[in-house]
């Protein structure tokens, strides 16, 4: 069974970065697209980044395009998302996701075709 576990969320002021990482346990890491979404209060989870199993193809939000960058490290089982030039708007829980993709290079956008979610990690940006 698949286990992610999220870290690097936190408070900081419009404008800054962070680095939200996401540990992969319990099955091969290659096998699986990697994405990150995010779900503020009241508002439905949405997409924001995503990675193919090899990292040859991402896909961003058009909200975090440009000052989200998402990678992935095979040999660590992690996938990252840096946040640069955060803004108020980014606030939200940032949950990772793992759908199983073989070596097909595709980069799934609907939550609901991911099948393992981690716990989340709060991100709050203040202006």
């Known amino acids: 069974q698949v286990q992610l576990v999220e870290s690097g969320g936190g408070s900081v002021q419009a404008g800054d970065s962070l680095r939200l990482s996401c540990v992969f346990s319990?099955?091969?890491?290659?096998?699986?697209?990697m994405g990150w979404f995010r779900q503020a209060p009241g508002r439905e989870r949405e997409f924001a980044a995503v990675?193919?199993?090899?990292?040859?193809?991402?896909h961003y939000a058009d909200s975090v395009k440009g000052r989200f960058t998402i990678t992935r490290d095979n040999a660590k089982k992690t996938v990252y998302l840096q946040m640069n030039m955060l803004k108020p708007e980014d606030t939200a829980v940032y949950f990772c996701?793992?759908?199983?993709?073989?070596?097909?290079?595709?980069?799934?956008?609907?939550?609901?075709?991911?099948?393992?979610w981690g716990q989340g990690t709060q991100v709050t940006v203040s202006s």
């Open positions: 996701a793992a759908q199983i993709t073989g070596w097909d290079d595709v980069v799934p956008l609907d939550a609901n075709v991911y099948d393992d």
């Open positions: 319990g099955r091969i890491f290659d096998n699986y697209a």
């Open positions: 990675i193919s199993y090899n990292g040859g193809t991402t």
